[in-house]
């Protein structure tokens, strides 16, 4: 007799957007609110959650691209519905928005597993860690010096978290003086014992960003994200081998092939990767393999309750990025959200899944129509 299998019995996705606490920006982008795409799978009784940080559209692409790749397949075999979601996207291309879409469904899939297991991520996964650190994330170009402070300040003092990062790269790379002046003033309120990180988001031209690590060097800043654009491999090398800061990327990679040609041209000392872009947790794992070949380290970008069960799970995980949007953005709309309080977070192993759960009366004021 042949094994029972239990299948996928319904995909569904709704997209929830809410406003930021203030105004944001970094060196090359501006926004007022962020939206948040959250997919919920359910056999045999469970429901598994996942989430992307999208357009609302990943939600109809949800519905009407991926969800009959899904249903009735069996709902352990998570590899397997990864795959048949990446193929029937081919036409569609895996990249931007889609591969959003696919990221959010695999995410679910696999906190169904471990709930129809009665397991834990990190049980699920094999755990490596026990706790996984993180970096406070913020200081938006849009801040006043005294909102950035009081940002700072509570990362450092009232969570205790011993790193942090803010944004630099103003308008393209347009005001230096600034972005010189935010990043001392950084170094002057977490003072000499904290790590001390800044993202451009690809905002510098090569040369500049060479010159713009040199002056901040007084200030130890040790990580400097995109200091020019991702897409400029050339570029990144050519940072990286002439400064003394880590030179990270890698947030927009959608794929093993795209952080394979990025380590491979060594581009980078860190390889960032975002589960909730590249393909999921199933991404994810094989990205991180792909890091390790080359003998780097990786750090989840944003969404750092998703990423903290697969994080532990990684052997050669550096950090994680709490980010300010996203962690105000879990906090409100999941039950479950993890505490940074010492400058890391234990995912947890004592809930089935990642452990949250949608909180559907807080999420409902936020829901987009579809």
Not at 141 to 148: Q, V
Not at 245 to 265: K, L, S
Request: proline fraction near 4%; charge should be negative; glycine fraction near 10%.
């Amino acid at each position: 007799m042949g094994e029972q299998l239990t299948v996928v019995e319904s995909v569904a996705a709704g997209a929830y957007t809410v406003p930021t606490d203030e105004p944001e920006a970094d060196g090359t982008a501006e926004w007022s609110a962020t939206t948040i795409v959250v997919v919920r799978v359910r056999a045999a009784g469970e429901v598994g959650t996942g989430w992307t940080y999208g357009p609302a559209g990943c939600a109809a692409l949800v519905r009407d691209l991926l969800a009959d790749a899904v249903v009735g397949r069996d709902a352990l075999a998570v590899p397997g519905s990864w795959a048949a979601m990446v193929r029937v996207a081919r036409n569609a291309t895996r990249a931007g928005a889609v591969g959003y879409a696919i990221s959010a469904v695999d995410v679910a899939l696999w906190d169904l597993k471990a709930r129809l297991l009665g397991v834990s991520l990190p049980g699920l996964f094999g755990a490596v860690h026990d706790v996984v650190p993180v970096y406070g994330s913020g200081g938006f170009t849009t801040y006043t010096d005294e909102r950035m402070t009081a940002q700072l300040t509570g990362w450092v003092l009232d969570e205790q978290i011993p790193r942090v990062k803010i944004k630099i790269g103003e308008s393209w790379g347009a005001d230096e003086s600034r972005d010189l002046a935010r990043v001392a003033r950084a170094r002057a309120v977490v003072g000499p014992g904290v790590e001390l990180f800044v993202d451009a988001n690809g905002g510098y031209q090569r040369k500049q960003a060479v010159r713009m690590a040199r002056a901040m060097a007084e200030f130890d800043v040790r990580w400097f994200e995109e200091p020019v654009s991702s897409d400029d491999l050339d570029g990144l090398r050519e940072v990286r081998d002439l400064v003394d800061a880590d030179v990270t990327a890698g947030e927009y990679g959608t794929d093993i092939t795209y952080f394979r040609r990025m380590c491979a041209h060594r581009a980078v000392d860190c390889l960032q990767i975002d589960a909730t872009r590249c393909g999921g947790y199933t991404e994810w794992l094989r990205s991180a393999a792909v890091a390790a070949s080359f003998g780097l380290e990786v750090s989840g970008h944003c969404a750092p309750n998703l990423h903290a069960p697969v994080a532990a799970a990684t052997p050669n995980v550096r950090h994680l990025e709490w980010f300010h949007d996203h962690v105000r953005i879990e906090a409100m709309l999941f039950d479950g959200s993890l505490d940074p309080t010492g400058g890391q977070v234990t995912p947890w192993r004592d809930r089935h899944g990642h452990g949250l759960v949608l909180a559907e009366d807080a999420a409902a004021g936020y829901l987009v129509p579809s």
